[in-house]
C-alpha cells in the first residue's frame, strides 16, 4: 500500500520496485489516471479515428511527415551535443544521423513489403525496440481490439474472408510505411549515437526524444487528446523545441575556463536565426520572380497564409504563378516564419497590422 512502490513479477517471483517521487510509481499502477465523463470516452473513438486518418492511414503524410521529422532532428541533436545537461554530452551525431537515415529508411521499409535485409541494421533494431527507443503513436489501441487482432492471426481463414480482408492489408501496409518512415529517423539517432560512444541507454533516449515523443503524456494527457485533436502531440513537441532552443551552453567548458555570455549560444539556436535570414532571402527571391494577377497583386503574395505558414515557398521560375513547397518542421517554423513575414512587410506585400 505504499505509495511509492510498484510491485512486479521477475520469472514469476514478486519484486517491489520504490522509487523516491511517488508520482512515478502512480504512473506505473495507473493510480494517476483522471476519471473521465462519459462524453469524453464518446468522443475518443472518433477523436482516435480522425487522427489515424491525418497521420498513418494517410499516404501523404508519409513524405511531409518524414520531410518534417528530419529537420527536427537536426536541430535536436545539434543541441542535446551542446546544452547543459544535454543527452549526448559533448558528442556531435547530427551528420551521422543524416547519413545513416537513407539505410534505416531502405531496412525499415524493405521489412514492410518484405525485402531486404541488412543484418547490422537488423540487430541496431533490435537493440533499439529492447531499450524502449521505439515510440508508438499518438493513440492507443483498446484491449478489445488487439484481443481480435491476434484472433485473426491464428485463426484460419476461408477464401471469402480472404478476399474481404484485402482493404485490411491496403490499410496495414499503409500504416505500415508511414511506420518505417517514422522509425527511420529515431534509429539513425540511435545507430549513430552507438556509433559514436553513447551507452545504449542515453542512445535509446536521444532515439525517442528526437522528435515528439508520443508515449509521454501527463495526467490529463490522454483525457484531453480524446476532445482535443493532436493536444499531447501539439504539448510535446513545443515542449521540446523550447528544451532545445531555450537552453544555453554549461558556463564553463570542458578545460575549466568560462564563457562569455554570446558564447552560450548552442548550435540550434544559431541554426534557427540562419532560418529566418535565409527564409527572408527566399521570400524576396519569390516576389521577384512572381508574376502579377489581373488585379495588380503578385500570385506569391495570393498564397495563403496557413500554407506559407506550415511550408518553405519556392515560385516556379518557368511561369511566376505556381509553386513548390518543402514542409516545414513543426515549432521550428516560427522561425521561418519570421524571416518570411519581415521581409513580405518591409517590400509592402503584407500590411504591418498582419504580419504582427
Do not use: C
Not at 483522471?34 to 508519409?62: G, M, Q
Request: glycine letters at 8%.
Amino acid at each position: 500500500m505504499d505509495p511509492h512502490v510498484v510491485s512486479v513479477r521477475i520469472d514469476g517471483e514478486q519484486k517491489f520496485i520504490r522509487f523516491k517521487d511517488a508520482s512515478y510509481a502512480e504512473s506505473l499502477r495507473n493510480m494517476n489516471l483522471p476519471e473521465t465523463n462519459l462524453l469524453v470516452k464518446i468522443l475518443r473513438a472518433p477523436s482516435n479515428w480522425l487522427r489515424r486518418s491525418f497521420t498513418t492511414l494517410n499516404p501523404e503524410f508519409v513524405v511531409s511527415n518524414f520531410a518534417r521529422d528530419i529537420q527536427t532532428a537536426v536541430f535536436n541533436a545539434a543541441a542535446e551535443a551542446e546544452i547543459e545537461g544535454g543527452i549526448l554530452n559533448g558528442e556531435k551525431v547530427m551528420g551521422d544521423i543524416i547519413k545513416t537515415v537513407p539505410q534505416a529508411l531502405r531496412h525499415l521499409s524493405g521489412k514492410v513489403i518484405g525485402k531486404g535485409k541488412n543484418d547490422l541494421i537488423d540487430r541496431y533494431y533490435e537493440d533499439f525496440k529492447e531499450d524502449g527507443g521505439k515510440t508508438g503513436w499518438a493513440y492507443a489501441k483498446r484491449l478489445n481490439d488487439i484481443v481480435n487482432e491476434l484472433e485473426e492471426a491464428t485463426s484460419e481463414t476461408t477464401k471469402t474472408q480472404q478476399i474481404l480482408g484485402v482493404g485490411k492489408n491496403v490499410v496495414d501496409f499503409v500504416e505500415g510505411m508511414n511506420e518505417a518512415f517514422e522509425d527511420s529517423v529515431r534509429l539513425a539517432a540511435y545507430i549513430a549515437a552507438r556509433k559514436n560512444g553513447v551507452s545504449r541507454e542515453k542512445a535509446a533516449q536521444l532515439a525517442k526524444n528526437i522528435t515528439v515523443n508520443f508515449n509521454k503524456h501527463g495526467e490529463w494527457g490522454q483525457a484531453l487528446n480524446g476532445v482535443y485533436l493532436f493536444f499531447n502531440a501539439s504539448v510535446q513537441g513545443t515542449a521540446r523545441m523550447f528544451r532545445t532552443i531555450g537552453t544555453l551552453k554549461p558556463v564553463t567548458r570542458p578545460d575549466g575556463t568560462k564563457r562569455e555570455f554570446y558564447q552560450r549560444a548552442n548550435t540550434a539556436q544559431i541554426m534557427a536565426a540562419g532560418l529566418s535570414l535565409f527564409s527572408g532571402m527566399v521570400a524576396m527571391m519569390n516576389a521577384g520572380i512572381s508574376d502579377e494577377d489581373e488585379d495588380g497583386v503578385l500570385f506569391y503574395d495570393k498564397i495563403p497564409d496557413y500554407v506559407k505558414e506550415r511550408n518553405l515557398i519556392i515560385m516556379n521560375p518557368r511561369d511566376g504563378k505556381t509553386y513548390y513547397k518543402i514542409p516545414l518542421p513543426y515549432g521550428f517554423n516560427i522561425f521561418s516564419n519570421i524571416g518570411t513575414v519581415a521581409a513580405d512587410v518591409s517590400r509592402g506585400g503584407m500590411d504591418v497590422d498582419k504580419g504582427i
